[in-house]
């Protein structure tokens, strides 16, 4: 018998699987709880049973004739995403929808700038932008659950195809007011016991720590921000100051002269902003289109529009 339930509504149903949780998989699919739930509602009627069993203020849980039914429909799922990309060259059109993840901070700092570019002559594409940290980047790679991933390279995306898009030097931000603000560059040792804001995600903490460990001693961490957006907020209170790489590119982050931003004079590794995706060589025209775009974008904007650089590096930063 042929089902009645749509592609649409079993990737519902799976990603509510796979967070149990129907308020989470709202939020990760960007659509309304109630899409959700009237798709839970379908495939059990389709299936004739219960694929969840709800528990009053615990959530939900899979049952195992859901886990059979889920396993069915990620199948069908995976071979709708081979498909589409099999015959993704026929066309010059963009995927509707367009699913993109990246490195949480570039959602608001880099990603849409492009966009505008990049669906400027595509008015009717709906953009799904997934934010999260490099492990979910990778999850929902494998997953086909995204086209592709902007972020940044790391050892935990290496089984993926990487095309660079530019380098990126850290550099020091920090309040107005504070006395190395009137220095020209900033010396890792001279921020070494200073009051620190730490940018607190998995890939970049650990990156940070280990280069005070290597030139000087350790920061007082006095903040820790888990996003991009409450560092800055913490710096511009007095907080403490930061490493950081890349700086706002559109006004959702106002700075209003309560950040300055200094180069490094250390030689510090510079971060390298990546396009990851699973086609390798045989990449469909859109994400050629994108990538194209996106080095376009740096190259009119210039370095400086997106970066703090020492004049005394002579490295380059676009490829």
Known sequence: MRSRLTLRQLRYVCEVARLQNVLAAS???????????????????????RIFNRFPAKGIRITPAGSRFVAAAARLLAAETEFARATSDISARIPDPLRIGCFEPLGTLLLPSVLRRFTANEADVEIVVREG???????????????????????IIAPFDRTPICLVPPHVAMHPDDPLARQ??????????RPFVLLDQPEIAPQLLAIFRLIAEAPQISFRARTYGAALAAISEG?????????????????????????????LPFAKLVVADTYGAEKPYFLQSFIATFRKYLAEIGTDG?????????????F
Do not use: C
């Not at 959700?36 to 004739?48: P, R, T, V």
């Not at 490493?243 to 004079?265: D, F, M, S, W």
């Open 27 to 49: 939020r990760a699919l960007g659509i309304s709880t109630s899409s959700i739930l009237a798709a839970i509602d379908a495939a059990e009627h389709e299936a004739g049973t």
């Open 133 to 155: 940290d490099q492990s979910e980047l990778r999850d929902w790679l494998s997953a086909g659950e995204i086209e592709f991933a902007v972020l940044y390279e790391g050892d």
């Open 184 to 193: 020209e560059a900033i010396r890792i040792e001279d921020i070494a016991r």
């Open 239 to 267: 907080f403490g100051l930061s490493i950081l790489n890349l700086r706002p590119l559109t006004p959702i982050y106002a700075e209003q002269g309560a950040i300055v931003r200094k180069p490094i004079v250390d030689d």
């Open 306 to 318: 997106f970066a703090v650089r020492n004049p005394g590096h002579k490295k380059d930063l676009l």
